[in-house]
């Protein structure tokens, strides 16, 4: 199984600041990694796919890059609504995970 | 536009079977390249998949609950079953299905329900 480690667990931010998040894969799942986003009491939402492509009606302020075994999701300045847990997920390898989640939230 | 829902019971007790139904619309099981799958989220703790379906009836399990799982389709119906046997409490959880769509060069789940809760208790 490949284990998703994403790190900070939580980081702590205010609206207007670059918020940097961290996935790494415990072996190579090449460049197919998702990014998503959860907020209480929600379905988890599809923001990045490929590692690096924004999915549909995904604000440009998010961006992913990485390949391998390294992966980051960067919002570039927070806006209130994107203070949530955010989750990578590998497709490369059978069976799929998950990371374990970053939370973002208000410093 | 791609809706999920998912139906089942709220409560169900150890030893006992869960069924959950995912109906949906805006895309049909008989296409070529489509797929449904199922993710649980224990509260407060991550997702896990769980199992998915191709148009093609192939099946794919998480090898820790394989022995578990049973997912199947209703393609007339746009409806996918995933059956878990032998409930225990540590598998109480919201499960999710999801729209499972090729992006890129892969698949990844793009359109999910809304989820829905299940407790395991006596």
């Known amino acids: 199984e490949t284990v998703l480690t994403q790190s900070p667990a939580t980081l702590s931010l205010s609206p207007g600041e670059r918020a940097t998040l961290s996935c790494r894969a415990s072996q190579t799942v090449n460049y197919y990694l998702a990014w998503y986003q959860q907020k209480p009491g929600q379905a988890p939402r599809l923001l990045i796919y490929d590692a690096s492509n924004r999915a549909t009606g995904i604000p440009a302020r998010f961006s992913g890059s990485g390949s391998g075994t390294d992966f980051t999701l960067t919002i570039s300045s927070l806006e209130p609504e994107d203070f949530a847990v955010y989750y990578c997920q590998q497709r490369d390898n059978w069976p799929i995970t998950f990371g374990p989640g970053t939370k973002v939230d208000v410093k | 536009q791609i809706t999920l829902k998912e139906s089942g019971p709220t409560l169900v007790k150890p030893s006992q079977t869960l069924t959950l139904t995912c109906t949906f619309s805006g895309f049909s099981l008989s296409t070529r390249g489509a797929s449904v799958g199922w993710v649980r989220q224990p509260p407060g703790k991550a997702l896990e998949w769980l199992a998915h379906i191709y148009w093609d009836d192939d099946k794919r399990y998480s090898p820790y609950l394989k022995s578990r799982l049973t997912i199947t389709k209703d393609t007339p119906n746009n409806r996918v079953v995933l059956t878990m046997t032998n409930m225990a409490p540590v598998d109480t959880a919201t499960f999710y299905c999801?729209?499972?769509?090729?992006?890129?060069?892969?698949?990844?789940?793009?359109?999910w329900g809304q989820g829905t809760p299940v407790t395991v208790s006596s």
């Open positions: 999801a729209h499972f769509r090729r992006l890129g060069h892969s698949y990844y789940f793009d359109s």
